[in-house]
C-alpha cells in the first residue's frame, strides 16, 4: 500500500515562497498522476495541480488558472517523491496541502479520481 506524506508547510508573508514536498513510500508512484489539492475550512477540496507522464521518464503538468505562473511542480522518481514549488504567494494560497495519487488515464481535476492521499500541511500566508 503506497503512502504519501507532506512536509514543509509554515507560515509566510505575502510575496513569499514555499516548497512542499510529498514522499512516497510502500511502492514507486513514477507512473501515477501526482497533484497537489488544497482546501479551506468549509470548502470543498480545490485542484491545484498535477504531474502527468505521458512516455519514458517525460512528464507534462496542468495548473489551476489561480497558480498558473506562480507554482511548480516537480518529481523526482528516485526518491519517489514530488514537490510543489510556491512562488509569490497570496492570502487567498493559505489552504492545507494535499499530495494526491491516482492511476486514471487522464489528469482529473476531481478530487474523487485519486486513491492516494497524504495527511495535508499547513499553508498560511499573513503579514
Request: glycine content about 12%.
Amino acid at each position: 500500500q503506497v503512502q504519501l506524506v507532506e512536509s514543509g508547510g509554515g507560515l509566510v508573508a505575502p510575496g513569499g515562497s514555499l516548497s512542499l514536498s510529498c514522499v512516497a513510500s510502500g511502492g514507486p508512484t513514477s507512473r501515477y498522476i501526482m497533484a497537489w489539492f488544497r482546501q479551506t475550512p468549509g470548502m470543498q477540496r480545490e485542484f491545484v495541480g498535477a504531474s502527468t507522464r505521458i512516455g519514458g521518464n517525460v512528464y507534462t503538468t496542468k495548473y489551476a488558472d489561480s497558480v498558473k505562473g506562480r507554482f511548480t511542480i516537480s518529481r523526482h522518481n528516485a526518491k519517489n517523491t514530488v514537490y510543489l514549488e510556491m512562488n509569490n504567494l497570496k492570502l487567498e494560497d493559505t489552504a492545507v496541502y494535499y499530495c494526491a495519487g491516482t492511476t486514471a488515464s487522464n489528469t482529473p481535476l476531481s478530487p474523487e479520481a485519486y486513491t492516494l492521499w497524504g495527511q495535508g500541511t499547513q499553508v498560511t500566508v499573513s503579514s
